[in-house]
């Protein structure tokens, strides 16, 4: 375990899961302000890995942990370089 929590790998399961759903939410989301900005190409990605990543969350986080780590990483990374694109997209709730 480490200083500011568990690493993915130690994780149960159903945690696992959660982090890869969460993560193709994200990204299929963001492919969708992607595409409202122009950019086919990002968006066209980010939506393939999200509903990739949807579609098999659930295996990959009980019979393939080292993949379901790298995917998991490798999704994080679209994450990043959408939100250096557009710096401008709200992270979090905004109120009106």
């Known amino acids: 375990m480490s200083v500011v929590g ?6 149960p399961a159903a945690e696992r899961q959660a982090i890869l759903e969460r993560l193709a939410v994200t990204l299929e989301r963001n ?3 992607a595409a409202e900005q122009g950019d086919d190409a990002l968006e066209m ?4 890995v999200g509903t990739a990543l949807l579609s098999v969350a ?7 942990i080292t993949l379901a780590q790298d995917v998991a990483a490798r999704a994080v990374n679209l994450i990043t370089t959408f ?8 992270v979090g709730p905004t109120l009106h």
């Open 6 to 11: 568990p690493f993915f790998y130690e994780l």
């Open 45 to 48: 990605v980010m939506r393939s």
């Open 31 to 33: 492919a969708r302000w």
């Open 83 to 90: 939100h250096c694109r557009y710096p401008e997209y709200p």
């Open 58 to 64: 659930g295996d990959l986080a009980t019979t393939d």
